[in-house]
């Protein structure tokens, strides 16, 4: 814990002047979870977890912030009176954070948030407009390729769908365990998706070749990536709050190890991440701390590129106020809308 404690800080951090080199942004947003509530209280809950969280990290060797500027952001108002509106100014929120001068670090909320933050994504420098250059790398144990799910196409269930409906250039699922036949069918056929099973990393027989295998992997991809974790892609006994959990799935090691990859690509740079599905456990605080240590771990990681030469500002800081963009994405392509449930 921080020795100057800062309530409503991630890590209880204070901050550092006007500066940003890391923006932790909370989307407390919940439209279409299947089963299971509460995933609207998970940022809040993840950052009052994070203070349990030791500042040290091993592989970056210092503690947090390592003379970094950690800057926590208000909420996002979740403002918008139906699932278009919500979507389109979720993306707005997130554009300027897309500048390329700090890595924005996002607290979900639903996995309904990865579409809007892939449009935005799309302005930041590496991207340049161009979503085919993106890779998304998705930890999870659902596929979330389905076109819909009770009739809605932007369910979290459909995350992964309408991010390649976006055009991203790649696709690389982690964890994945539970998902339709013809989801396995689209992960058949589609080239842009690499998916490794759960049932293969995690097998007691032949996991070690088949994790060995997804890390190469990860270690071979070029250019800008965003990292989406769902944290039901680790396994639910230690993630039991969130919305869907399933056994079977990743430790917290292998999800550490996936993080440390993808960052330590030398041909690739982590632009942002996520990490969604967090929902605040009652009885213990586990989901929330586990859910605090990963998004920690992210932190450190990008620290550690930032010190190994392989991360640079794009551009000049810009700091920490910053005005949403209009968009209107997702109003043009959702004809029948519905409108927000008021709980
Ligand atoms: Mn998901």
Redesign the pocket.
């Known amino acids: 814990m921080s020795e100057e404690y800062v309530q409503g800080n991630f890590l209880g951090l204070p901050e550092k002047g006007g500066e940003v080199d890391v923006a932790i942004l909370q989307l407390p947003y919940e439209l279409t979870t299947s089963y299971g509530q509460g995933t609207a209280g998970g940022p809040a809950a993840c950052i009052t977890a994070s203070a349990q969280v030791e500042l040290f990290d091993a592989s970056l060797g210092e503690d947090l912030p390592a003379g970094a500027a950690l800057f926590t952001a208000p909420e996002w108002d979740a403002e918008g009176n139906s699932l278009a509106e919500q979507l389109d100014n979720m993306s707005g929120y997130l554009r300027p954070w897309y500048a390329g001068d700090c890595f924005p670090l996002i607290l979900g909320g639903e996995?309904g948030i990865l579409p809007p933050l892939v449009y935005a994504a799309q302005h930041h420098p590496m991207v340049g407009g161009d979503i085919e250059r993106l890779t998304v790398v998705?930890i999870?144990a659902?596929a979330?390729l389905r076109e819909q799910l009770d009739g809605e196409p932007y369910s979290?269930a459909c995350?992964a769908s309408r991010s390649l409906d976006l055009g991203i250039g790649k696709l690389v699922q982690i964890g994945i365990r539970a998902y339709s036949k013809q989801e396995a069918e689209f992960i058949e056929k589609d080239q842009r998706v690499t998916t490794f099973f759960a049932r293969d990393t995690q097998s007691p027989s032949h996991g070690e070749a088949a994790w060995t295998s997804c890390l190469e992997t990860l270690r071979s991809l070029s250019g800008p990536v965003h990292l989406t974790i769902?944290i039901?892609g680790l396994d639910g006994s230690i993630v039991p709050a969130t919305g869907t959990p399933v056994p079977g799935g990743l430790s917290f090691w292998r999800a550490a190890e996936t993080i440390e990859a993808v960052f330590s690509a030398p041909n690739a740079t982590v632009i942002s991440a996520d990490v969604?599905?967090i929902v605040a456990q009652e009885d213990s605080p586990l989901t929330q701390f586990t859910a605090a240590m990963l998004a920690t771990k992210v932190i450190a990681t990008q620290l550690k590129a930032r010190k190994d030469g392989r991360w640079k500002a794009a551009a000049a800081q810009a700091g920490k106020q910053r005005v949403a963009e209009p968009c209107d994405y997702f109003r043009k392509q959702i004809k029948t809308d519905i409108p927000k449930e008021t709980a």
């Open positions: 996995h998705q999870d659902h979330d979290h995350a769902d039901d969604n599905e």
